[in-house]
């Protein structure tokens, strides 16, 4: 129990700083910050392994400066030569021992920001996953995040590093000889103008690069989603040019973030060389006239070597910072679309559980602000154990009531009463623990036969497995396929037929041993015998439970307790399928139209 409410107390943390992560108007280096956090201290050693780095190259000339004195006054240059050699292999090991911690440190945030998005895009309420783009998503997770390593080691280690270490060098070179320091910050000076004016495009041309990926995932993902379609429709050429629409402007915008960036770090190289130029002219005018001698200027002609790699760094830290900045933005756009509650899983009901009874009080539902209303007062009452079927026209609001039911969405008036409580008063895993939902598609996820089965109920036993398999009547489909339950079946399923996918998305819903039981057009892609065969397996199951049944084929529903017929977001009536064949003039049409107007 303690490690239980331990656990939820660590997932309330964690949805809580993602959500204040995600929080509108949050500079980006926040965000990267609270990303960094965790790994604060590692972080930290790499950064100071970075400036011993530093702090070794800058003794370098300083040492070689004492080497070239020692060559004029003729004294021995033993000691000179041997720091040197340990400053340059100090230099090497460390610098590559501080490389390796930086990398690992920023992995480790790209990893905790992809778990962290996973996580709240497995958690988004239907309404907001409806007003996106599943592949943009896509890319918001691999991309988006894989940006987030550069940014880290290059702009808040490298600017805090780079920045050190420039301090650091222009102090000795101020020590050196302070007229060249005048001359080298006079030149670094009027570049770092013309770098201020760049970065803002670097920003701007990054996120639309990036945002062009997201429409090219989105592309790709909406054609892979129905290439048969596609293929049969001989729009190959028409959704390929789509996207390769996307891509070009990726392209586009990418080779323009690009060329800002070379313009940026070409600048601080040329302002370095001429740096460099300037002050060997000055410096030598300077050792002419005996101001300083030749071991002082080489020693800061080194030290102007030194300052292009810690400014260089500099610029690659703020080019770097525009780019993850832009890919920031777009993380935290995904994390501020709504979520559910990050509730811990519940647990399924005992075998045995009591029926679930079903209210509808007045409700009305739109699916947004603008849209028109789908149910319009609905009302309705369902006892427990026995079998309710829905019908109507399409767009009557059928698929609705359940969605309502399972809280994919909520009423924007009126009330869904479960065993004679607001469903907006469970908490969200219990609600839907105590209930199977089996889709109109009934989607089957790629991986194994025995992974889709038992997805909603991972501790199902091979007892309750086999018993579920022959209601479901899928024991010939295990026997023929070539490793039974551990067969791959595909993408979505392809390896299977629609009424093979039906069965096994309503074996799926079985196996939870539900308490109310929501059967979305079940059996529309099964043969008629099997049709039959499920039919009857309902009206037993249902015996023992609360099955919903939506169907636009009565045959499949003429048996039910009750008949709800639905039209344009109301309900028209309720009764037997005698009953309403004599009392309601829509439902006779619906019936007369598939041979079934007599009563049964």
């Known amino acids: 129990m303690a490690t239980e409410v331990s656990e939820r107390e660590s997932g309330k943390r964690e949805a809580a700083e993602r959500a204040g992560a995600a929080e509108p108007g ?7 910050l609270e990303y960094v956090r965790p790994y604060r201290m590692t972080l930290l050693l790499g950064a100071l392994l970075s400036l011993v780095t530093g702090a070794t190259g800058l003794a370098l000339p300083l040492v070689a400066r004492e080497l070239i004195n020692n060559l004029s006054a003729d004294e021995a240059i033993g000691g000179a030569l041997l720091l040197m050699t340990l400053l340059v292999v100090a230099n090497a090991g460390i610098g590559a021992l501080g490389a390796y911690v930086l990398q690992r440190t920023a992995e480790s945030v790209v990893l905790t920001a992809r778990k962290g998005l996973v996580s709240h895009l497995l958690r988004l309420r239907i309404s907001a996953v409806d007003r996106s783009e599943p592949g943009d998503l896509m890319a918001r997770v691999s991309s988006d995040t894989t940006l987030l390593k550069a940014v880290t080691t290059d702009s808040l280690v490298g600017l805090a590093t780079s920045a050190l270490t420039l301090v650091a060098t222009l102090v000795l070179m101020a020590v050196v000889d302070l007229p060249l320091l005048g001359v080298t910050v006079a030149v670094v000076g009027l570049a770092a103008a013309v770098i201020g004016l760049i970065v803002p495009r670097i920003r701007r041309a990054s996120r639309a690069a990036q945002e062009s990926v997201g429409l090219m995932g989105a592309s790709l993902e909406r054609i892979l989603g129905a290439l048969r379609t596609v293929k049969a429709s001989g729009a190959e050429h028409r959704e390929e040019r789509a996207v390769h629409a996307s891509a070009h402007e990726s392209w586009r915008q990418s080779v323009k973030a690009a060329k800002w960036s070379a313009l940026a770090g070409n600048t601080a ?29 080489v020693a800061f002609l080194l030290y102007v070597f030194y300052l292009m790699a810690p400014i260089q760094q500099l610029v690659q ?4 910072y525009q780019v993850g900045s832009a890919a920031v933005g777009r993380i935290q756009e995904a994390l501020r679309l709504e979520a559910e509650p990050d509730h811990p899983a519940a647990a399924l009901p005992e075998p045995g559980a009591e029926p679930a009874g079903l209210v509808f009080e007045g409700v009305r539902f739109r699916y947004g602000p603008e849209q028109p209303e ?14 309710t079927a829905f019908v109507g026209p399409s767009g009557a609001g059928k698929t609705t009531v359940f969605s309502l039911i399972e809280r994919f969405y909520d009423a924007t008036d009126g009330r869904v009463l479960l065993d004679g409580r607001d ?32 997805m909603g109920a991972p501790e199902a036993g091979e007892e309750r497995l086999a018993e579920v398999l022959r209601t479901a009547r899928l024991e010939g489909l295990v026997a023929r396929l070539p490793d039974g339950l551990e067969t791959v079946v595909g993408h979505r399923g392809t390896k299977l037929s629609g009424g093979e996918r039906q069965r096994v998305a309503i074996a799926r819903a079985l196996l939870r041993r539900p308490r109310l039981l929501l059967l979305d057009e079940a ?29 636009h084929r009565l045959s499949t529903v003429t048996m039910a307790d009750r008949i709800v017929v639905m039209d344009a977001g109301e309900v028209r009536a309720v009764g037997s399928h005698g009953e309403l064949v004599a009392a309601d003039p829509l439902y006779a049409e619906l019936a007369a139209t598939q041979f079934l107007a007599t009563a049964s």
Do not use: C, K
Request: glycine share 6%.
């Open 374 to 387: 789908v149910h319009r007062g609905v009302s309705f009452a369902v006892p427990p154990r026995g079998m």
């Open 269 to 297: 190289g040329l302002s370095m060389q001429v740096a460099f130029i300037t002050v060997l002219a000055s410096g030598g005018a300077r050792v002419a006239t005996g101001a300083i001698d030749v071991a002082t200027l």
């Open 423 to 454: 469903v907006r008063e469970w908490e969200t895993p219990q609600l839907r623990a105590a209930i199977g939902y089996v889709e109109q598609d009934a989607p089957v996820l790629s991986g194994t036969l025995r992974e889709n089965l038992v």
């Open 26 to 32: 949050i500079p980006a280096w926040r965000v990267l």
């Open 523 to 551: 059996t529309s892609q099964l043969d008629a015998v099997n049709e039959a065969a499920l039919r009857d397996t309902v009206a037993d199951i249902s015996r023992r439970t609360t099955v919903l049944v939506v169907a």
């Open 317 to 320: 830290a703020i080019t770097q």
